[in-house]
């Protein structure tokens, strides 16, 4: 079936960064657990300390899955809009280089998954 265009698709974004009252939308994906199958979006102050993310927000995001209690935070790989970084858990999102609607990614070495099925 043919696709015709419409003409020119011209609108404003609601998702823009000063919607969200001074947050900033940001993406986690936890590589190798699809029991989240998809990345979480989450709202955060940019002067969040990013070890709060992962000592306080991540155990009711991700606590569910059998492996959360085995992570070793120091271990872990993480990507930051597609390129490597490591963070710093004293300093804020912003201080580690969090943008509004940035993906951070992370893989925990040696959990693949539910019995290592990658769910």
Request: proline share 9%; glycine share 6%; with cysteine.
């Amino acid at each position: 079936m043919p696709v015709t265009a419409i003409g020119k698709y011209e609108f404003e974004p609601l998702d823009k960064r000063e919607n969200f009252h001074g947050n900033i939308i940001t993406y986690w994906n936890w590589e190798k657990h699809l029991m989240f199958c998809s990345p979480v979006a989450l709202p955060f102050p940019p002067d969040m300390r990013f070890g709060d993310v992962v000592e306080k927000v991540f155990p009711d995001v991700y606590g569910a899955h059998p492996d959360f209690e085995k992570v070793d935070w120091s271990k872990v790989k993480w990507t930051l809009n597609q390129e490597p970084f490591t963070p710093d858990f004293d300093r804020s999102l912003e201080e580690n280089g969090f943008d509004h609607k940035c993906v951070v990614r992370f893989w925990t070495p040696g959990l693949d998954g539910y019995k290592g099925s990658a769910n």
